[in-house]
């Protein structure tokens, strides 16, 4: 009886704990040591998508740890099985905060998971990525403008849009769009802008080129 209790008591404490990290205006909590600046983070990923690209990966960091996570970088990319973060960027354990669902979009929890890998991880870059071949784009722009497709493709909807009238693949210049629409919503959001504004962190968007590997930042980066 006494255990049960106590389980019980262990549970609350546990949800009333993480309730309280985040609120309206986004997480509460202590300040972590920051990652390196946007631009070396940056850097540092496009160095290892090289080292993919061409062949010669290092895998740092393979091992299990439980050290305090310290990511270089949150990465918000799509569920594809074809676009891993860490094996694309070349990094290990403990160096990515990653995101993924499918579309590489967010919803109010997935932008609280975000917030949490820059105020907790100390992540100074937040890259949205899609990439080639996207079946969540590739679906949203066949149903466009059905208001009763999921919300998954809904999200997707603003880049369809913009890219009507696109010369060429619709749906490749939709997957370009959807990641910079991504990003620039998400640095828009009060979670996020004022760091944004600050320089405190940078977010871009990239696309994964999934016939040779390279990831290719958008937007003039």
């Known amino acids: 009886m006494r255990l049960n209790f106590v389980r019980k008591l262990t549970i609350m404490t546990l949800i009333i704990t993480m309730s309280g990290l985040f ?3 986004g997480p509460v909590l202590p300040a972590s040591p920051p990652g390196p600046p946007p631009a070396e983070a940056l850097q ?4 290892g998508n090289s080292r993919y690209v061409s062949g010669h990966p290092e895998h740092p960091n393979a091992r299990p740890s439980a050290a305090p996570q310290h990511p270089i970088a949150v990465i918000l990319t799509c569920s594809d099985a074809r676009v891993p973060p860490e094996i694309v960027f070349d990094q290990g354990i403990g160096d990515l905060f990653v995101v993924r ?6 919803d109010r929890m997935l932008l609280e998971t975000i917030a949490y890998g820059v105020e907790y ?3 100074r870059l937040v890259l949205v990525m899609g990439h080639d071949l996207c079946g969540a784009v590739t679906a949203a722009v066949k ?8 919300e998954m493709l809904q999200n997707i909807y603003p880049a369809v ?11 490749s210049a939709a997957i370009s769009a959807n990641a910079i629409l991504v990003a620039a919503r998400l640095a828009a959001e009060p979670q996020l802008a004022p760091l944004v504004a600050e320089g405190k962190i940078k977010i871009a968007a990239a696309r994964y080129d999934m016939t040779t590997g390279r990831v290719i930042i958008l937007g003039g980066e």
């Open 161 to 171: 849009k913009d890219t009507a009238d696109a010369k060429g693949d619709h749906i």
């Open 23 to 25: 609120g309206s205006a």
């Open 143 to 150: 149903v466009y403008p059905d208001k009763h497709a999921g």
């Open 101 to 106: 669902v499918a579309g590489n979009t967010y």
């Open 44 to 47: 540092r990923l496009l160095e």
């Open 121 to 123: 991880g100390g992540a």
